[in-house]
């Protein structure tokens, strides 16, 4: 599979941009600068930019609280996605969402949902929408391994495939749903044989190598849509950051993290950097940018203004109600 | 002027609203019924649900556009709030309000709170329509009427029209609606019949209706209870006491003006629900009229509801259960002399 060199740059552009806000973040997080609940993703950069660079720039999107990555990689505003971490009023969600519930959807993100498992039946609808009015784009779920087991994932796989509706369900297997080891919950020998009982087509592939990632999403956009069926796609990484910022991580093994960074994905990316005929000199250049973006969209949020209190009574409703102005 | 039932009132918006706008869908359990292939085009749609409400549009708008789903309502309630934000303008069928706890993520969580959590770019027009209600010895699964669970969410609207001309009117406009609508039918109520003209123009969500105008009671009755108050209102009228009877209709838009209007004419006032007593829509208006109408109250707001406890099964311990003309008619000659 032949990739553009637009398109690689693009890659480890998003990777390093992903890793560096996010290790801002945990920074930020110690600091205790910001308010609320922060979930990084250092260890899924390769899931979130490899599948993105698959789909087209409008495609249909779900995320989760684990949502950074995906916003990042789906293009959305650093600036505004970091205004909203901070609460101000220049936030891509005005505020109002929070680290958990970073979404635009002008660039096809259905929603960031903060419940486990609520995504799948959602882009199970804007995909269902797309075959019925014949439209073009692709929709694809992220989701944790733990959302596997919530009957809403089973429900949507369910219909997804009675219905023959093309779209992706995207398991991030990274090893924890939340304090938990996924193996010790996990009743099959793989996660993706769970798809079996829909008699639906899955893939594995390993999360940390974005490559990977990226041609066994865009192989199976292409089955997806060509069959008319939705396609379980399942990328093992490590998460290498707690389930939330503050979790003292004690359930995870200190051996098997060290292990796992072995494989972090920005160093396989980095050692296979060659392979895209890109240079040490052009990685280190894209580094740089990706650092000052970081660094400015921190010091854009900085300086924004807090929202006014009743900006809070905004946009319950499309058509308000005049009793609840 | 056409005499309708409330099922077929209901059917006429559901197939009005298919007609003008193709992007209207229904999903639901059972809504067509049959095996779901063309041999046995006799069976298929004999259902059209557990009431007949859907029966036809399958046949007459095809399986594209009516979905009879698995029973997985976290599934295909999740799918319609992820079609209304992508373009359609699905109506998914929750088979009796009681299920509404397998599915309530989707519409606590996700319809009512896309729009508001994620800057307000979004926006969910889906309707859900449900069957409620006591009466039909169906047990306390089977039974409940759950207004108040609906009514308490930022971001949702909840209607429950008593006759088939507020249901086609308000069913019109809650598929024209921009938010996500609960449409609550009461399976009491689906064969009482009443004038719907054919060419009903949507009934605006948010404006109650007097039902009967009066003026020394204001009785508000919430769906169902209209029935009961109007039989009420009969004897009362006898004994020469004379009663007002507002129908809320919309209970989240609330027509608040309508009521207080009707409270301080009367000064005295009985708000009437079938639900459970403790945060009931019941509870909500009595609260709203001591607080906004206080100097115009007579005596104390009275509230008639079930008990606090389940649905019962057997039937002198629901028809106990459920509030009557009987409980209205004492309640009344209570506030007059009071």
Redesign the interface.
């Known amino acids: 599979m032949k990739i553009e060199k637009e398109k690689i740059n693009w890659i480890y552009k998003k990777l390093f941009t992903i890793r560096y806000f996010e290790e801002r973040i945990k920074k930020i997080a110690k600091e205790k600068t910001v308010p609320g609940y922060l979930h990084t993703c250092i260890g899924s950069e390769a899931i979130c930019v490899g599948v993105m660079a698959a789909l087209e720039k409008d495609d ?1 999107i ?1 995320s989760t609280y684990r949502n950074h990555g995906h916003a990042i990689a789906k293009d959305c505003n650093l600036n505004e996605i970091t205004s909203e971490i901070y609460g101000r009023s220049s ?4 505020g ?2 929070g680290s958990m ?1 970073i ?4 660039r096809g ?7 486990v498992a ?1 995504g ?11 075959k ?2 014949k439209g073009k784009k692709m ?1 694809a779920s992220f989701f944790g391994d733990g959302a596997i087991h919530n ?2 994932f ?3 796989a ?2 997804a495939q ?2 023959k509706i093309p779209m992706l369900f995207i398991c991030e297997n990274n090893g924890y749903a939340e304090a938990t080891a996924t193996d010790w919950h996990l009743n099959t020998k793989e996660l993706s044989d769970i798809t079996k009982a829909y008699n639906m087509k899955a893939y594995q592939g390993d999360g940390n190598d974005v490559f990977e990632v990226y041609k066994i999403t865009k192989n199976a956009i292409l089955e997806s849509k060509k069959n008319e069926i939705p396609i379980f796609l399942e990328f093992k990484n490590y998460r290498f950051s707690g389930q939330y910022e503050g979790d003292t991580q004690l359930y995870q093994p200190k051996e098997e993290l060290e292990n796992a960074k072995k494989n972090d994905p920005i160093k396989i990316a980095k050692e296979n950097a060659t392979n895209y005929e890109l240079d040490i000199s052009e990685i280190a250049k894209i580094q740089n940018e990706a650092l000052a973006e970081v660094n400015n969209a921190f010091t854009y949020a900085d300086t924004q203004p807090w929202p006014k209190p009743e900006d809070a009574l ?6 308000y ?4 102005n | 002027m056409t005499i309708k039932t409330v099922k077929e009132a209901i059917n006429d918006a559901l197939v009005q609203s298919f007609e003008e706008d193709k992007n209207v ?1 229904l999903m639901g359990e059972d809504i067509a019924g049959g095996k779901g292939r063309e041999q046995y085009q006799g069976t298929q749609d004999a259902w059209g649900g557990p009431f007949g409400v859907t029966q036809g549009l399958f046949t007459k708008f095809g399986g ?2 009516v ?1 009879d ?2 029973i ?17 303008r ?1 109506i998914v069928e929750l088979m009796y309000v009681d299920f509404a706890g ?1 599915c309530f ?2 519409m606590m ?2 319809a009512a709170k ?10 969910v ?1 889906m309707v859900v329509r449900t069957v409620v209600g006591a009466g039909f010895r169906a047990g306390s699964e089977h039974s409940q009427t759950l207004y108040s669970l609906y009514a308490h969410i ?2 949702l ?1 909840v209607v429950a029209p008593y006759d088939a001309y507020d249901a086609k009117g308000l069913l019109l406009s809650s598929i024209q ?3 996500p609508v609960i449409f609550m039918e009461h399976k009491r109520l689906y064969m009482t019949t009443c004038e719907v003209p054919d060419d009903l123009k949507p009934i605006p ?2 404006k109650g209706r007097v039902r009967k105008s009066g003026t020394d009671v204001s009785i508000i009755a919430v769906q169902r209870m209209n029935l009961f108050a109007e039989d009420a209102a009969k004897t009362l009228e006898s004994e020469g006491i004379s009663c007002e009877i507002i129908d809320p209709r919309t209970y ?3 027509d ?1 003006e309508l009521i207080f209007e009707s409270v301080k004419k009367t000064g005295k006032v009985i708000v009437i629900d079938e639900s459970n007593p403790k945060c009931s829509l019941a509870s909500e208006i009595s609260s709203l009229i001591s607080e906004k109408c206080f100097p115009y109250l007579k005596a104390g707001v009275k509230k008639i509801t079930a008990p606090h406890t389940p649905v019962p099964f057997s039937p002198p311990m629901e028809d106990f259960y459920i509030p009557s003309s009987k409980k209205i008619i004492e309640a009344v000659r209570e506030l007059i002399n009071a």
């Open positions: 249909w779900s936030g891509i969600c005005k109002r969402g519930h979404s635009d959807f002008d993100m259905l929603g960031s949902f903060g419940i609520a799948p039946p959602v882009v199970l609808g804007a995909a269902l929408q797309e019925i009015n929709s009957g809403a089973h429900e949507a369910g219909l009675l219905w905004e946009e319950v409703y499309v058509n109600p005049p009793e609840y | 869908i594209e556009r979905r789903t698995t997985a309502e976290a599934g295909f309630f999740g799918a319609a709030v992820g079609a209304a934000m992508t373009g359609l699905p397998v993520d989707q969580n996700q896309v729009r508001y959590m994620f800057g307000g770019k979004q926006k027009p930022p971001g609207k609606d921009d938010d969500l948010g989240s838009p609330l608040e």
